[in-house]
Structure formats: structure tokens, C-alpha cells
């Protein structure tokens, strides 16, 4: 019993690594075209 409890918790934790992996890697944000400084106060400092 306790090894099928184990197999499930390690798939879990394979699937939860593989899925932030893929999200970080391959799904960036898209990042913004304004541009900071200059004239124009974004308040990004």
C-alpha cells in the first residue's frame, strides 16, 4: 500500500517539475514594447 502511495506522490511531483519546465522554457511572457526612461514616466525606476 505504502508503495503505491509513493508511486503516485513521485509521478506528482515528475509532472509538477516537467509542467513548470515547459511553462518557464517554452511559454515566455510576452514582454512589453513600451520602452522605460526617456521622456515618458512609467514609474518602472
Do not use: E, P
Not at 6 to 21: D, H
Not at 24 to 35: I, M, Y
Amino acid at each position: 500500500m505504502n508503495t503505491i502511495i509513493q508511486n503516485i506522490l513521485v509521478g506528482i511531483a515528475i509532472f509538477l517539475a516537467l509542467y513548470f519546465l515547459v511553462k518557464k522554457f517554452f511559454f515566455k511572457a510576452k514582454t512589453s514594447k513600451k520602452k522605460c526612461g526617456g521622456d515618458d514616466d512609467c514609474g518602472c525606476h
